[in-house]
């Protein structure tokens, strides 16, 4: 079982910057591939960023170039620093990371709010 915590997320005015946190506890992390997902007012849950086992790292479109995720497995950490932040990145920072097709756990989540 892993428990996820994550933290950073706060209020920023456009084009500002914030850098999120997801850490856990219970089990290895270096396993797991870890995500942020997030979710705006109204509508769906998105992807946002992956980074694997391996370290492999894939981007959203709307994010590429703005947004970095890392991992410290070490600390079991998977962080997310997000930069020239828009209104339109509005939205509960959600954290997931899983061994694909066996098990996943998510994070609460974090409420990210990009207004002036």
């Known amino acids: 079982q892993v428990q996820l915590v994550e933290s950073g997320g706060g209020l920023v005015q456009p084009g500002g910057s914030l850098r999120l946190s997801c850490a856990g506890s219970?089990?290895?992390?270096?396993?797991?591939?870890m995500e942020w997902d997030r979710q705006a007012p109204g509508k769906q849950r998105e992807w946002v960023a992956t980074i694997t086992s391996g370290g492999t790292i894939n981007y959203a479109e709307s994010v590429k170039g703005r947004f970095i995720i890392s991992r410290d497995d070490a600390k079991n950490t998977v962080y997310l620093q997000m930069a020239s932040l828009k209104p339109e990145d509005t939205a509960v920072y959600y954290c997931y990371v899983y061994v694909r097709g066996v098990v996943g756990y998510w994070g609460q989540g974090t409420q990210v709010t990009v207004s002036s």
């Open positions: 219970g089990n290895i992390f270096k396993v797991y591939d």
